[in-house]
Structures are given as structure tokens and as C-alpha cells.
């Protein structure tokens, strides 16, 4: 009997992660189209924080400047953050285009200050637009991205809209490693509940963020969670907890992004992002749970069914089928995850061995986390 109540709390859990995450993806509200005319575009000015993103910076850039919002209304600061390569250098070759494009320098890292929140800072003090959008130089973008997120954000009153891009997985290890990654946030993301105001649940994703410039004023902005690694996180609890409207889209039809192209880097985003975002005893949760995730779906049922078929009994099968439809459920999810984020479906025959790299590329998180030893580009987080 005691086979069977495992069987059936492995069938229950797994169904209900099938089904939540099902959920999840549905009721991420898109970001709507604008409308033909807007009766009267308010000024925006967009932040690009930049280290070392010789290889993405050129793309990003085009893509602004693309853009069909009013140029006169329009501003890009590329704020170089120390780059050791030729950000700077080609983010220049921007300048003097019909759109204003200015590169400034982000300087020295002061005491007490994390590079990122410090470039978002500096670059805000250089413009005087009624909204700011933070951009990762790693994103592309829709001609219509600044539009209809202006226009959403307005018509909503929204004081800070976050958008979560398309995520594109084109490499092996990317497809191997971060479809379970990117299933585990979709499964402990609330987007009704950081949509509700309220409800005291607040996220926002760094890769794209439109806030009022008055509202980032009055919260005391970047300079507010100076030492947040997830600063991204951190500054939409500050905007919800103050008062003001938070809203979380999906943006995927107007803005894309490759996070990671090299192993190394994704390994190190992988390790920071998940110990930072979920705290340490979420994460050795999902330690555990990704060592069980890696050989459990497969090797209970099968060991079920052979113990089925030596001792024939009915409560031996109605174990071994909850055992069967928990697996299937458990994978059903992984597919859903990988059909979501475009990666080929045979992606699922290497289940097991991406579940053993993700419980130890967490587990090195939490070790680095103890341990002081966090570092994103040269630099000691």
C-alpha cells in the first residue's frame, strides 16, 4: 500500500506542475499593438547599460534607431560600463543619426555600488525624459516596441511596465539547460498576483523596464538598491511598495533576446541568476528536486511495472499505472517548456542529463553565494 500513496503523490505533483505551468504561459498577458496614431507622444529616453557587449551592441542599437516612435522624442544613452573591448568604440558610430544617440561613460564603481544599477543611474541623470526604459544591450526589437509599450503603459496608467522577451535557445547547451531554468520561473511566476495592485507580489525583468521618470524620482531610483544583484527584482518591490502601479507583460511579439551564447556565461548566469532570484532554501530545493527530476520519471515507473508483473495484484497495477501517468505528466511539461521556448522536441531524450547539470550548476550558486565568491564579467558581485 505503501507504493501506491508514493505513486499517487508522484502523479498528483506531477499533474500539477503540468497543469500550473500550463497556466502559467496563459495568462501572461501580451503587450497589445499601438494603435494607427498616438495624439501625443510623450518623451522617453532610453538607458542601455553596456560591458563588453562588442558582439551585441551594434544590433541592438540598429534596432532602436529603428524605431518609428517621434525622433525628436526620442533619446538613446549608451552608458559604457568599463568595457574592455570595443563597446564603446562602436556604439559611437551611432552618433549623429536623425535619432539622438549619446555614449557617456559610466566611471569608476563607487563604494557600495553593483556596476549595473550604477550605469542605470548614471545614464538617468543625463536625460530629463517624462518616461526612462532600461534595455540589456543583448536584446532586439520590434520597430513598434517603444510605441505600444508607451501607449499600453498610459492608457493603463501604469507607473512601471516590465516586458519578458522571446527567449531564443539556438545552442546545445542553451536547449540543454535553460528550457528547465526558464520552466522553474514560469512555475513560481504570479503575473495576476504582480499584476494585482492589491497584492504585495512584485517582479520585474532587467531586460526590458519603461518607468515614469517622476515615479523613478521619488522612489530615489537605482541609487535606492545600489547593492541588489537583481536589481531588476528589486527596484519593482520599491515601485509597488511605494504605492505606484506595476505591470508584467509578455512582450515576445515586440522584443527578443540570446541571453547566452558561450557555456561559460551561461553557467555563470545560471549560477547567479537562481540562488539571487529564488533565495538559498528555494534553491536546494530545486537542487533536489532536479537530482530526483533526472532518472525518477524514468526508472519508477519501469521498476513498478517489473514488480507488477512478478507479484500480479491489483493494487501492484494501480500503482504502476499512477507511477506511468506521473512520468507522462512530467514530461508533458518539460515538452510544453520546450515547445514554448522553440527548442526541438528530441531536446526530451536528454532530460536526465540536463536536470543533473542544472542541480549542480544551483548547487554551485549556493556555494559561491556563502562563500563571497559571485563574479559577472570580471567584476566580484
Known sequence: MIWLGISSLWCIIAIGIFLLLKHRYATLIPLQPPSATIADHPTIAVILPARDEVHNIAACLTSLTN??????????VVVDDGSRDDTASIAHEFKGQTIRVDVIE???????????SHACWVGTQYVGSEWLCYLDADTRHNPELLSAAVQQAERDSVDLLSLHPRQEMLGFWERLMMPISFMTLMILLDSRGINAPSSKKAMANGQFILVRKNVYDTIGGHAAIRDQILEDVAIARLVKSSGYKLKLLGGGSFIHTRMYVRLKTLWEGLARGGSEL??????????????????????FPIWRLSVAIESPDGWMFASTLLAFIGSVAWYGAHALALHTYRVPSHYLFLLPFSNILIAIVNAEGIIRRFRGQRMWKGRTL
Open 278 to 299: 529564488f533565495g538559498v532554501p528555494l534553491t536546494s530545493l530545486a537542487v533536489l528536486s532536479a537530482l530526483l527530476g533526472s532518472l525518477f520519471p524514468l526508472a
Open 67 to 76: 524605431q518609428n516612435y517621434p525622433q525628436e522624442k526620442l533619446h538613446i
Open 106 to 116: 559610466a566611471g569608476d564603481l563607487p563604494s557600495g555600488w553593483l556596476g549595473k
